[in-house]
């Protein structure tokens, strides 16, 4: 019945295609970087979470999860202490899932390199999922505020201003 609920929303929110058409447009010259992915997530025969993808494979690509099960490598947000490290970060629907949001930012920016660009979709308007780990949802003015330390930050929002279903955030350092 989950299943089912889940494919229904995917149909009829489309998020998801939101965000896959801004990274792959992102993704599409990006070479010879060093990527790092958080929540790279599982690998079913569904569904590939994960937007490795996406991406040139002249790039250095890191999957990581929390989850060690998936197979990835495991990374915490709130834990990593990287500095100056990787030229792309994709967090990719994992925000609302980090109950210490501010600190996995913050760790975020660190592990950028100087113009590296954070890649950060998040949800709005979508019910709870992967419960009891469905914290946060987050506004366009949040999500300015928490990014304020980046020098540019672009955000494209999916459905209108009043009512948008998911923000697709390039955030550069």
Known sequence: ????????????????????????KF???VKNKKILELGSGEKTEEMNYSYKRFFDNSNDFIQSDIVKEYGHKVIDATKID??????????????????????????????????????????IFYPLHAEPNDYWRFTEYSLRKLLKKFSRIKIKRYGIRQYPFA????AKK
Do not use: W
């Open 167 to 170: 923000y697709y955030i390039e």
């Open 82 to 123: 990287y500095q100056n490290k990787f030229d792309i970060i994709l967090c990719m629907n994992v925000l609302e899932h980090v109950f210490d949001f501010h600190k996995a930012i913050d760790n975020i920016y660190k592990a950028l390199v100087s113009g590296g660009v954070a890649i950060i979709t998040v949800p």
């Open 1 to 24: 019945m989950i299943k089912l609920f889940r494919t229904l929303i995917h149909f009829f929110i489309r998020a998801r295609q939101f965000n896959n058409r801004c990274l792959r």
């Open 27 to 29: 993704a599409c010259e």
